[in-house]
Structure formats: structure tokens, C-alpha cells
């Protein structure tokens, strides 16, 4: 990631080039002033005898300047940059830059896009750094503040990056507890971790069978950060399967690439639970992170077997694929003893999310208007697209077993972005809940968007600390 730092116009020695943002009828100068007949997102080299190398950013009118558009502009612009070889880039940060949040955006871009999973390489790259210049000192007082909040979330989706991308032979459920230790010692952190015989006592038989035929065992974290003046009470689940080859319902090969990424869910908890205690939030977040391996031995589940769940309902296993939703099944019967305000589930679920709806939109589903509508909002203020799919009960017709309470898949192959939601509204009951399904927009082929890297992107996130207050 590119280090950060601000400096006064007096600094600008250090910089060996400059980022400037040109927005339409500040051209001002006379090497920008036809800029005005370009596209938006025009980018400029000049020569400044006295200054140097500066890159105009061309980002047309400020009211067509979206967030992702300035995003996506700089996130170039920045590579841009390491192309000519600079390695100290002055961001020459005008007024209106800093007022319309095209500081924030540009930042996000930045971080976004300079992000790599490197620490397996030998040869590394050298991230470059960013000066922020700024003119007066009250102008440099609210680039700090703007840039550290944005440092601090924007880290915290770039630790979830690395958690993901970390492949399951290293990030096994084992890694994930001594990783989830750490955020335990943060100031109001607790950990609970039930695992081996425990798993059995408490009945979480479903996270039990995902994890039997893996010799690194099944467990269920639960991180809770619990801050003193917290109004809110909120549990959040995340889905952590840690490698998913299918089971005995086995992947075919390419669809099996991408799945060390299947805990995606349980990475978001523990990152945020991490980012709400390193920013004293003032919310309590109760974390669950069921964690197994999808995996095929002697003792692993199979097809057909019956499992009597947490809940005390009986599931036939039909697909040892959709795995995902026992894990969910038992966490979200489970959470409910901790009386939470509203349970908000995170998960990698459903393939399907991205055969229906592509990268960039982020299905959801929810039992409660309000929760709902606080999610759309907050999907607004980020410019991150979710979409609501309707909780269709009558569906719960295709999920009909014929020897157990439910079935994990339904027959056929239709609509089984909605069918996975009934599947799990039938362990929330009646507690306000929220299901964000993120198998779509995470993994990353590389070359969608300069700010989501290949591997994986963290699309979403921000819309989900937003709607947790920790933005
Ligand atoms: N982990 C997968 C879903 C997934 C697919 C995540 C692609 C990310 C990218 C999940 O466990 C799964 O296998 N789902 C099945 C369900 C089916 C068997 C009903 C699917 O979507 O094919
Ligand atoms: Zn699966
Ligand atoms: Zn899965």
C-alpha cells in the first residue's frame, strides 16, 4: 500500500513529480485550459521548468464527478505515476478537491488499487509514497482528519484482502483462531472459541458435519467487542469456510479456483470487530466466525446424511456444496441466546449471485424494513450497489424433504439466490436479521476495475461498516 503523509507547499522539494486535480472552470492555468475538449478522466503530463513533472487529472464538472469515477481516475493516474518512475508523489489538494470529498475518493482509489499480495514473493515491490500538499493550515487540518479516517477503514479491507487471498494449506481454521487471538487483545475484545467435544455439548451438529472430514477440525469463534457506552447491539456472522471443494458433491476444477476465499464472511467480522475496538466505536458487535474445511475423507458428510441442527430442526444433506448455509443454520440459531438487536449474516453463498448480477451488485435480503432500508442508504452513500431480493416464503415449498424438517437445496436449479435465504430465515425466526450474499463481487480476474486488484476485491465492505457506524 502507498504510504501516506501530509505536507505543507513549503515541502514540495521532496516530491520528484505531482497529481493535480483539474475540475471544469478551474483549467486556470494556460496548459490546462483546453482540457475542457477532453474526456473526463483525461490524464496530462507537463513540464514545469521550476516544478517539475506534474500529471493534470482532468475530472471535467464537478457535478458528474462521481466518487467511483474519481476512484477509478486516480487509482490510474497513481500507476501512471510509478510508470514514469516517481517515487514521492506530491497530491497538490486544491479547496474544492477537499471540500467535495475528491480527497477522500482519490485516497480510496489509491489505497485500493496499490494494494498487492506479495508476501509469498520474494521480490517485492516498493510501494511509492503520497504527499498531500495542502496551502493553508486549516486546509491541512481537514486533509488529516479526511485522510486518517480514510487510512483506518480502507486498512482494515485490505487486511480482509489478505486474509482471503491467504491460501487454505496456510489459513486453515486452526489460523483463523490464532488470528482471531490477536484481535482479542484489543481493549474490550473477548474471545470464545468452541471446537472438538464442545461443538458436540452445544449441539452445532451442522458446523460439525461441514468440518468431519477435515483432520484440521470445525470451531466456532466468537469475538465480542463490547465498548462501555455502546447503544446498539448488533451479532454478525461470517461464513468461514476455509477451503470449499464441494465434499463428496465435489467441484468441478474451475470452479474450485477462487475457493480459499470462502471465508470471506468470517474475515469481514474479525476485521471489523478489529477496525470498531482500534476506533472505539460505539457500538457492541458480537462476532460469530463458524469456521471449517469442505472437505472428503472417511469421516466426511455425505449426501443424504440427516443432521439435527442447533435449532433442533433435521436437515437432509442433498449437496455437500451448500455448505455454507448449515454453517449459517446453527451460528444464527446459536447467536440468538446473546439477545442481539439485529443479526446481520455475511457469506459467500451463492455462485449464482454472479451469474445473475455480474461484479459490482451485492444481493441482500432481509426480514425487517428497517434494517433494509438502513442498508440502502448506506449502499448510497458508498456508491456500492445492493440490491434487495424479495424473501419469498412460498418458495420454502422447493426446499420440502421428504424424511427431514428441510432440505439444504432445492430441486431444480432455479432461484437458488432466494431459496438459500429461505433456507436460512428458517433458523432466524422472527429476530431483525439482514443476509448479504458476496459470492459475486469478491473475486477478481484483475482486469474489471484498476481499484480491485486480482484476487480478492472486499466489494461491499465499506457499504457494511457504514451501515455498523464505523465510518
Ligand atoms: N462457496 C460456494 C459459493 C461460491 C461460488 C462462492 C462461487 C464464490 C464463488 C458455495 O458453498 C456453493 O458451493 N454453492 C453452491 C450451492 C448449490 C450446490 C446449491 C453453488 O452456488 O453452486
Ligand atoms: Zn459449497
Ligand atoms: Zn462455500
Known sequence: MIKIEIRDLSHSKECDAFMMPVFKGEEGSARAKDLADKKKGYLRLV???????????????????TGLFIKETFATALGHMSSIGAKRIGLICTESFLKNGGLDDSLEGMILSSYSFDKHKSAKDKAPYLYIITKTSKQKAEASKRTERTIAWASAVLKIRDHV??????????????????????????????????????????????????????????????????????????????????????????????????????????????????????????????LAENMISSSAYKPEDIIRTHSGKTVEVENTDAEGRLLLADTLSYCKRYKPDEIVDVATLSGSCHLALGEFICPFVSNNESMAHRL????ELTGEKFLRLPLMKDYLRFLKSSVADIKNISFGSGGSLITSSIFLSEFVGDSPWLHIDLAGGDFQSGSVSPIFPKGSSGFGIKTLMSYLGLI
Not at 376 to 379: I, L, N, W
Request: proline fraction near 5%.
Open 165 to 290: 487471498n491467504e491460501p487454505s494449506n496456510i489459513l486453515t481454521p486452526n489460523e483463523m483462531k490464532k488470528r482471531a487471538s490477536k484481535v482479542a487483545q484489543l481493549k474490550n475484545v473477548k474471545m470464545k472459541v468452541i471446537e472438538g467435544r464442545e461443538l458436540e455439548k452445544e449441539r452445532l451438529n451442522a458446523i460439525r458435519a461441514v468440518g468431519s472430514g477435515s483432520k484440521t477440525g470445525a470451531k466456532l469463534i466468537c469475538l465480542e467487542y463490547s465498548p462501555a457506552a455502546a447503544k446498539r447491539k448488533v451479532a454478525l456472522i461470517g461464513k468461514g469456510v476455509t477451503f470449499d471443494t464441494g465434499g463428496y458433491s465435489l467441484k468441478p476444477p474451475r470452479h474450485m479456483l477462487g475457493m480459499k476465499g470462502d471465508m470471506l464472511g468470517s474475515a469481514i467480522v474479525m476485521s471489523l470487530i478489529e477496525h470498531a475496538a482500534n476506533s472505539s466505536a460505539k457500538i457492541k458487535l458480537m462476532g460469530f466466525m463458524p
Open 47 to 65: 513540464n514545469d521548468p521550476e516544478i517539475g513533472n506534474i500529471l493534470l487529472v482532468w475530472l471535467g464538472r464537478k457535478v458528474d464527478a
Open 376 to 379: 440502502e442508504r448506506s449502499s
